[in-house]
């Protein structure tokens, strides 16, 4: 009977996670699109009045600082078009591997992980070189759905060798 409730919940984390990466992937779609038309200068506008101004304090201080200048690395640099094909592509592809998860596609499970675990590497090189707040609470969700990946392609296999 315990097996059953842990497999039950389980199964529950392996459905809330990937329901959660398939939002993610179509909200990551969408926000490259947007993103790519979106005017520089809307950016950095954003930033000063926003974060800057009203959400860090003071305009002169060490995160307002930061902010302004990931801002205007982000419209000068070469960082909008990574953004927006990075997000694109990551998007795109966390929709397909949850469509295929859904479906309980069992050779798309270590497919999954892999890809995953790339995108973890991917994800902490990146932010080793950005200084990058975000990418690794990302890149630790990541992890948590690789483990939940795992344990419910473990799962399956078990059944299928039942039947």
Known sequence: MADGTSTSTTEKLFRIAIALKGLDGLLQVVGAVILA????????????????????GDPGGTLSQHFQ???EDFVNGGTKTFA???????????LGLVWALARKIVRAYPVAALVLAAFVVYEIIRAIHTHSIALPFFAALDVVIIVLVLREYRQLKRERSVK
């Open 84 to 94: 927006v094909a990075y997000l694109f592509a990551h998007g795109l592809i966390k």
């Open 37 to 56: 038309f979106v005017p520089g200068s809307v950016v950095t506008g954003f930033t000063h009045a926003v974060l800057a101004r009203d959400l860090l």
């Open 69 to 71: 200048q990931a801002a």
